[in-house]
């Protein structure tokens, strides 16, 4: 069975990029999509975006201006960079398997990152 | 985006309920609407897919139901393992969008 773990920092100072990355073990990333996905007790879960192994991504407009996500298939890893942060970013972040049409069904267990100074 | 307007927001429950919860989406969505479990401290799970699939090793007790703007998710006889978060998410356009949840406790 698939599983899915985020890593990186939980503390991250006001203006600057959060960089966390998520390791798949139990499948290959080459055959799913691979989603990054963040809750907050007041927005609630929210989409960040998607990739494809090829590097094809699909992005949150909301987020779009702020994120990049990435792949690296020899590593069996993918990874978030969002820039430019505020308070407004601390959330617990979740990495998933996704299917084409932007479904999650597997999740990571999920890191919590703070935006503070 | 889509909006998904999740009812009730909270349920106060008791084991063996038949428990309801709905999703009523801004526009016409297809059948393309997920149902997911969250526990305190951890990741959601894929309970239902496609508005009326139940995913591989998940209890016959938990259905889905509806199409097009409505959608029902149904517990027939509730488990005191069931107390959870439960929220929808549809995929029809992106960005995919969740409901605001429904937290199920006990009575």
């Known amino acids: 069975q698939v599983q899915l773990q985020e890593s990186g920092p939980g503390l991250v100072k006001p203006s600057e990029t959060l960089s966390l990355t998520c390791t798949v073990s139990g499948g290959s990333i080459t055959s799913h999509f691979w989603s990054w996905i963040r809750q907050t007790p007041g927005k609630g879960l929210e989409w960040i975006g998607y990739?494809?192994?090829?590097?094809?991504?699909k992005y949150n407009p909301s987020l779009e201006s702020r994120v990049t996500i990435s792949v690296d298939s020899s590593k069996n890893q993918f990874s978030l960079r969002l820039s430019s942060l505020t308070a407004a970013d601390t959330a617990i972040y979740y990495c998933?398997?996704?299917?084409?049409?932007?479904?999650?069904?597997?999740w990571g267990q999920g890191t919590l990152v703070t935006v503070s100074s | 985006d889509i909006q998904m307007t999740q009812s009730p927001s909270s349920l106060s429950t008791s084991v063996g309920d038949r428990v309801t919860i709905t999703c009523q989406a801004s526009?016409?969505?297809?059948?393309?609407l997920n149902w997911y479990q969250q526990k305190p401290g951890k990741a959601p799970k894929l309970l239902i897919y496609e508005a009326s699939n139940l995913e591989t090793g998940v209890p016959s007790r938990f259905s889905g139901s509806g199409s097009g703007t409505d959608f029902t998710f149904t517990i027939s006889s509730l488990q005191p393992e069931d107390i959870a978060t439960y929220y929808c998410?549809?995929?029809?356009?992106?960005?995919?969008?969740f409901g605001r949840g429904t937290r199920l406790d006990f009575k």
């Open positions: 526009q016409d969505i297809n059948n393309f």
């Open positions: 990739i494809y192994h090829t590097g094809s991504t």
């Open positions: 998410l549809q995929f029809d356009t992106l960005p995919p969008t």
């Open positions: 998933a398997r996704t299917f084409s049409s932007a479904w999650p069904d597997y």
